[in-house]
Structure formats: C-alpha cells, structure tokens
C-alpha cells in the first residue's frame, strides 16, 4: 500500500532536462500565417524581458504541428474522497481531491509527457476525471468521460491516465462523472509556456465557482424536472463569505508591478461577469489559445472558459473589490449574487473593507467579441468536406423529466459499455441515442452549425468539444442561420468553449486530425445530464492501435461488478 503522504499532489521528474531542441512534428491541415526558421539562436524564456521566448520555440510555433521534445514526465497521484466542509462558513458534504477543494494545480512544461494515478476513495460513487480542453492528440482512451472514453472508475480502484502537454497556458481538471464536479471534484492544470505579453508575477490559477449548501445529487431531481436550482454562493478560489460565516478571497498586489491571473469558471450554472475595481485587465489568451493582447475592465467568462490576464498594479496603494457578478441573463439564480467578491491589496497588513465601486456591464451572456479573440499564431479555416446542422430542442418524458435534444435526440450514453469500447466491437452501428456523428475522412474540415431557435426557450448555453480547438467561424444572438450568413475564414477565435446564443445560432470548424470518440456538449452541468450532447467517432478504423484494451476492459469489469452488487441504476445521460 502506498504510504498516505504519497497521495498528494506528488511531482515526479524522470528527466531532469528542460526544453530541448528536438521537437515532434506532425502533418495536420493547419497552416499558420508565420514562417519559422529554427535553426536561428535560442531564445530563452523570461516573463518581464523575453514572454514570447521558449528556447528552440516560441510564441509564434504551430503548436499543432509541433511540439517541444522535453524528456521530462510529470507524475501525480490524486485521490478522490469524501468529506465535509465549510467553504463559505456554511458546513455541508463534500467531494474533494487529495482533500481540498479546489484539488492540487497539476503543472508541466510544454512538451512534457504527464502521468496522473487517480484512486476512487470514495464511499459510493464512481469517478472519472477529465483533462478539460486538452485535445488528447492520438490518446482519446485518456480523455476520462465516463460513458463515453471509459467505464467509472468503482469504489477502491484506481485508474492512470497519460497524455502530453502539447498545449500550453492553463485550464482545469474536473469529475465528468454525473454532475460530481460540482460537489468539489476539480482542480487546475498550468503549462508552461511562452506568452504575448510581459508581466512580473504569476498569481497562478483563479477558480470562479457557484456553490449550493446541498449536494448536487440531493438536488437533481429538481433540475431533472426542468427547474434549475438556486445557488446559494458563489466561490472565488474555493472561499467566499455567507451570513457571518466564511473568509473572502484575498491576494496582494505589488505597486507598479503586473500581476498574471489565470481564470476559470468552474460552475454548474453562471456565467460571471468578472472585474477588479479601478483595474484594467490585458486578455493575453482565450481558453488554451494566446491571443493578441486587449485590454478590457470587464471580461464576460462563460462555464468552462479559461482567460488568461495581465493587471497592473497602477493605483496608489488602497483596497479593491475583486468581483464576480452571475449574469442573470442565464445564469442560475443566486443568494448572493452581488457579494460573490475578493479582496485585492496594495498592503498584506491591511484588514480595511474595500470602498471601491464596480464598472458597469451589461447582462447578455455573450462571449467576448469575436473581433477581440485574434490568435497570435494567425490560421485560416478552409470550406468544410462535411457539414452538420443541429437544431437544439426539448422534450419532456411520461414521468415529468425534461430533456435537451439536438435534431430530436437527447444523448444516452452508456456507464457499462463506454462509445469508445463501441467502436472497437464493432465498426458501423451506434445506438440512435448515443447520437454519434462519424466522421471517417482523414485531414478533412468539418462545420457544425447549431441553430438555438424558439424551440429552445431562449436560453444561452456554452458548447464545449473535446479532442479539438475549434474555429469559431460565426455567432450572433436573435438571429437565424441561413446558407448567406457570412462566416469569419481569416484567422477566427479558436478555442474549446464558446457561446450558444440566446435564439441564435453558433458555427464552428475543425479538421479531423484527432482519432477517438470525443464529446461535444452544453457545459451546464444539469443541461450535461440531461442529454445536452453529441459524440464525435473520428476516423473510427485508426481508434483500436491507440487503446489499451486490457486496461479499458479491467475498469469496466470492475465498475460492472460494483453496479451490480450495489444495485446502481443510471439516471441521467451518462456524462
């Protein structure tokens, strides 16, 4: 048995190098704008003197056609438990990682090839974890979606996922088991990596969650029956006050110096509006993408999107309110939904309450625009081989439980016999309620046009694909899609979650460069459940080499064991 202090967030380096000058290509349809020249000097990273540096890369590298070769694995051991606490003041059950929520920050270098043992030391739930917006180029049997890559992981078994950072910024790690990310099952993911803009200090990774003083589960027979719950809270890295209870997040800043901050919203139901007061915010990525800097006062941040900022410390002293408003043209209703705040300080020592008043905003759930989202490394979308429409609908079932459809089908994914299993049985029959889109063509473009119209009740929702960055190609609110509507082919916004327009239409591109089964779906965690989602089997005959069988097949055996002493019925989609 592995001693308990090693279930930590347990970095072991089985290299000591750093990046190197080998390099792994890849031939993919992507062609950037940039011309490299790789036998020019070394340029070696620095955050104030040299961001967009990274020894033999840089910035301006096609990450998707190359990737550092650093000789370096970063292991962790994660476990999953329960417990009980009281994050806001409030004392309630908890899911946690390694004992805290959020989890341990997994950091790597670009390049780096990543291990993660994750032991399910939980009572009564299965698990699963997902690596959120890392594509899994060519190791989809890693991308944990219970149902869909995998069977959940039982009570007191364990499960190694292995995947490389080809990718680099931050993002997050979340449960994809039922809605139990929502219970404290998540954490951040920071890769190394060069950046568009210069700045001084890391504050690291900055959660923005909405918190219920339930569990999720005790509450999803109400949003099962169509009725979103109300939170509560809302959480600024894990804290935020309630009552007379609970502590707000504080972080202090250097006068004069820029302060990187690495945001994640991580909730069920809100799309926050985030702000410092008296501070303007450098946007310097959008999701895993650098971009080319803007500068804003309020960033609008959709469920599961990751913003990446540069604030400079320009006032004279004093403290300000940190704010994240739930923008209620979507969001869930909430308890607390102006006090969901942060403190930032000019000096450690100060216990003042902030007077400082927020920028105005308006509440409408979009992304930001399109025209600010610019790639730094410049690529063109190209006319699609295959396009595919979806109408986004509802339907309620006999016995009152509401369902989200797409083209009439709510997604039914199964716990016991994953997609991915599936597709190496059999090469050519998917069940019509696992609404798979198979797309065999290799290196070829795809659009997916999905339509958001009255059927849908007007409602905003945030789409998230996984295997890919995709290419926003249009988006419009209070629009219909017609066979005229101008699509952005020069270098669009890429990224793996975007908005959903309130009765309107969202068109995204992607080339199938990435075998597997990949989920695209709506990242509300009620609207996940309820069968908000597609799956993608790309180039089905190159899936079986990339998977090991044994391994996939020991963890279904277990969970199929353990549903069936425990009598465990599946309730939702399955994701």
């Not at 945030?462 to 249009?474: K, M, R, S, T």
């Amino acid at each position: 048995m592995r001693p308990a202090t090693f279930w930590t967030a347990l970095t072991t380096l089985v290299a000591s190098s750093l990046v190197s000058a080998s390099s792994l290509h890849r031939r993919h349809c992507h062609h950037s704008h940039h011309n490299h020249n790789h036998t020019t000097s070394k340029c070696n990273f620095h955050h104030s003197k040299s961001p967009t540096c990274w020894g033999d890369h840089s910035l301006s590298t096609n990450w998707y056609d190359e990737v550092p070769h650093t000789g370096v694995t970063r292991e962790y051991w994660l476990e999953v438990q329960n417990g009980t606490a009281a994050v806001d003041g409030v004392e309630r059950i908890v899911l946690t990682v390694n004992g805290t929520v959020p989890g341990p920050t997994i950091i790597a270098d670009w390049g780096d090839n990543v291990v993660v043992h994750v032991h399910n030391a939980l009572e009564n739930n299965g698990t699963s974890i997902h690596w959120h917006g890392l594509r899994q180029n060519y190791t989809t049997q890693h991308d944990g979606v219970a149902s869909v890559t995998q069977c959940p992981v039982a009570p007191g078994e364990s499960i190694t996922y292995r995947f490389r950072a080809e990718q680099y910024g931050h993002t997050w790690y979340h449960s994809h088991f039922a809605t139990q990310a929502w219970n404290g099952v998540f954490g951040g993911i920071l890769i190394n990596g060069p950046c568009s803009a210069p700045y001084d200090e890391d504050k690291g990774v900055l959660f923005l969650n909405d918190w219920f003083h339930n569990t999720t589960d005790a509450l999803w027979s109400t949003a099962a029956a169509g009725s979103p719950p109300v939170a509560q809270n809302g959480l600024i890295n894990g804290t935020n006050v309630y009552g007379s209870g609970g502590k707000r997040f504080e972080t202090v800043f250097t006068a004069g110096k820029r302060h990187r901050i690495r945001l994640v919203n991580g909730a069920i139901d809100t799309h926050y509006k985030f702000m410092i007061d008296n501070h303007k915010m450098q946007v310097i990525a959008a999701d895993l993408v650098p971009i080319k800097p803007y500068t804003t006062d309020v960033l609008s941040v959709g469920i599961g999107q990751r913003y990446d900022v540069i604030v400079e410390a320009d006032q004279d002293g004093g403290d300000f309110w940190l704010r994240a408003y739930p923008d209620m043209a979507c969001s869930a209703e909430n308890e607390m939904v102006d006090d969901i705040k942060g403190i930032v300080r000019y000096n450690s020592s100060s216990r003042e309450e902030p007077t400082s008043a927020a920028y105005s905003f308006t509440e409408d759930c979009l992304d930001e625009p399109m025209s600010k989202l610019v790639p730094y490394v410049a690529l063109d979308a190209e006319s699609p081989v295959k396009e595919e429409n979806f109408d986004l609908g509802f339907t309620v079932t006999t016995d009152g439980m509401f369902k989200w459809t797409l083209d009439g089908t709510d997604l039914m994914s199964d716990w016991g016999v994953p997609t991915l299993r599936q597709s190496l049985i059999d090469l050519s029959v998917f069940k019509t309620a696992s609404n798979v889109v198979e797309l065999n063509q290799k290196e070829a473009w795809v659009y997916f046009v999905i339509e958001n119209g009255a059927a849908a009740l007007g409602l905003t929702h945030p789409i998230h694909l996984h295997g890919h960055d995709f290419f926003v190609l249009a988006q419009e609110a209070n629009a219909n899609y017609t066979t005229s509507t101008p699509l952005q082919l020069k270098n669009p916004p890429r990224r793996d979650v975007a908005m959903l327009p309130a009765n309107g239409y969202l068109v995204i591109g992607f080339v199938t460069d990435n075998p597997g089964v990949w989920l695209m779906h709506c990242h509300i965690g009620w609207h996940a459940s309820q069968g908000f989602g597609l799956q993608v089997v790309e180039r089905e005959a190159e899936i079986p080499p990339l998977c090991e069988i044994d391994s996939l097949d020991s963890t279904c055996a277990k969970w199929q064991r353990y549903a069936a002493l425990k009598g465990i019925l599946q309730d939702d989609s399955g994701i």
